[in-house]
């Protein structure tokens, strides 16, 4: 039996995963023609890094999200597996 605290961590990584693995199919089957609707999706974030230059140091910020719609269904299934988990 899970805690809570380890039943959320599981849950994460279950999304990630998910998240992972859909946009990866999402990728792959760009280039098919009747599958292609899986790759449609929104790109948001940060398009030009954020450059922080302190003289000695100097720090470069950038995050990109690309969410399209086989990650949702990644997303979904990914529930849904720890739930019966």
């Given at each position: 039996?899970?805690?809570k605290e380890?039943?959320?961590?599981?849950?994460?990584?279950?999304?990630?995963?998910?998240?992972?693995?859909?946009?990866?199919?999402g990728e792959l089957t760009s280039?098919?023609?009747?599958l292609n609707w899986l790759s449609y999706g929104q790109q948001f974030g940060l398009?030009?890094?954020?450059?922080?230059?302190?003289?000695?140091?100097q720090?470069?910020?950038g995050l990109m999200f690309t969410i399209n719609v086989s990650s949702i269904i990644g997303i979904v299934i990914a529930?849904?597996?720890?739930r019966k988990f």
């Amino acid at each position: 039996m899970f805690t809570k605290e380890k039943g959320t961590l599981v849950l994460i990584i279950f999304i990630l995963c998910g998240l992972v693995i859909g946009g990866l199919i999402g990728e792959l089957t760009s280039g098919v023609s009747w599958l292609n609707w899986l790759s449609y999706g929104q790109q948001f974030g940060l398009s030009d890094p954020i450059v922080l230059d302190l003289g000695v140091v100097q720090l470069t910020f950038g995050l990109m999200f690309t969410i399209n719609v086989s990650s949702i269904i990644g997303i979904v299934i990914a529930i849904f597996l720890y739930r019966k988990f």
